[in-house]
T-cell receptor, first 112, second 115 residues
């Protein structure tokens, strides 16, 4: 399957702590993306990392990619209650089809 | 607001009804998508349109019929649905370059309940 798989399925932390979510995938990719979804709403794109990149930052977000292990991690630093949401990784294949393959997500709860 | 709108936001329909979901993107993108999101399952890609041409149909039952009249509008026509079709239906758009996938912009979704 080309779908990413997030780990853990659910994560609960105190406000101010860091949250780390992991994603594993099985096929070669062109890029990997992370999305956020508030309950019952659409997904919002957070960050894209290309297969030739190892680390990327955006505000309080830090994404790493290890193509040898076919895995990625999303770190949210100094979490806030407003970060409570589901987080999904999505992989884009190398060529030929503009499809993204999503995992089942990690449900993050940040306790005020 | 992501620049992608969907209507209606909620829809309840009987198994014999016919209804349509509408999606509109204001971003000038050249690709649009329909996804189905059910509880505890990965997001399922249903249809992909590039430059108004359907390029992907992920073995979706014929009771779902997409229509893309132009690059800004996408419809999903529904008829004789089953209760297991109840889900959140998400529309997305993106600007595709050289056949590769980049970030997608999602609408807020239509929560469909089939009774």
């Amino acid at each position: 399957s080309q779908q990413g798989e997030e780990d853990p399925q659910a994560l609960s932390i105190q406000e101010g702590e860091n949250a780390t979510m992991n994603c594993s995938y099985k096929t070669s990719i062109n890029n990997l993306q992370w999305y956020r979804q508030n309950s019952g709403r659409g997904l919002v794109h957070l960050i894209l990392i290309r297969s030739n990149e190892r680390e990327k930052h955006s505000g309080r977000l830090r994404v790493t990619l290890d193509t040898s292990k076919k895995s990625s991690s999303l770190l949210i630093t100094a979490s806030r209650a407003a970060d409570t949401a589901s987080y999904f990784c999505a992989t884009a294949g190398q060529t030929g089809a503009n499809n993204l393959f999503f995992g089942t997500g990690t449900r993050l709860t940040v306790i005020p | 607001e992501t620049g992608v709108t969907q209507t209606p936001r909620h829809l309840v329909m009987g198994m014999t009804n016919k209804k349509s979901l509408k999606c509109e993107q204001h971003l000038g993108h050249n690709a649009m998508y329909w996804y189905k999101q059910s509880a505890k399952k990965p997001l399922e890609l249903m249809f992909v349109y590039n430059f108004k041409e359907q390029t992907e149909n992920n073995s979706v039952p014929s009771r779902f019929s997409p229509e893309c009249p132009n690059s800004s509008h996408l419809f999903l026509h529904l008829h004789t649905l089953q209760p297991e079709d109840s889900a959140l239906y998400l529309c997305a758009s993106s600007q595709e370059r050289q056949g590769l996938s980049y970030e997608q912009y999602f609408g807020p979704g239509t929560r469909l309940t089939v009774t």
